[in-house]
């Protein structure tokens, strides 16, 4: 995401689902503060659903106020193999 101009972020929330298979997903954040030249390391999540149990995961991560210009998500669908990445829903607050 690119910003029109430098926002604070200080949380965020977001939702994750998979109700058809069982994987292991990956997210990760990523923002940088001077126009995407460089990234720093946000966090990074992972979440095991199965279609008999967990499907569900939502995720809220406070963050010192940070200025930025851009925030990069990168979700891993499954670390052991193929299968789709699913964020439901993203929220930022500054």
């Known amino acids: 995401m690119e910003f ?6 200080t949380r965020v929330i977001f939702d ?3 109700r058809e298979a069982e994987r292991t997903q990956q997210v990760t ?3 940088s503060s001077d126009g995407g030249k460089t990234y720093r390391g ?3 999540q992972e979440y095991t659903f199965s279609p008999n149990g967990a499907t569900y995961q939502r995720e ?13 998500f990168i979700v ?19």
């Open 4 to 9: 029109d101009q430098p926002v604070h972020v």
């Open 16 to 18: 994750a689902e998979e």
């Open 29 to 31: 954040m990523e923002f």
């Open 42 to 44: 946000g966090f990074v």
């Open 60 to 72: 809220e991560l406070s963050f010192n106020p940070r200025t930025v210009t851009h925030l990069r």
């Open 76 to 94: 891993t669908p499954n670390k052991g193999g193929a299968g789709r990445a699913s964020l439901t829903s993203l929220r930022l607050f500054g």
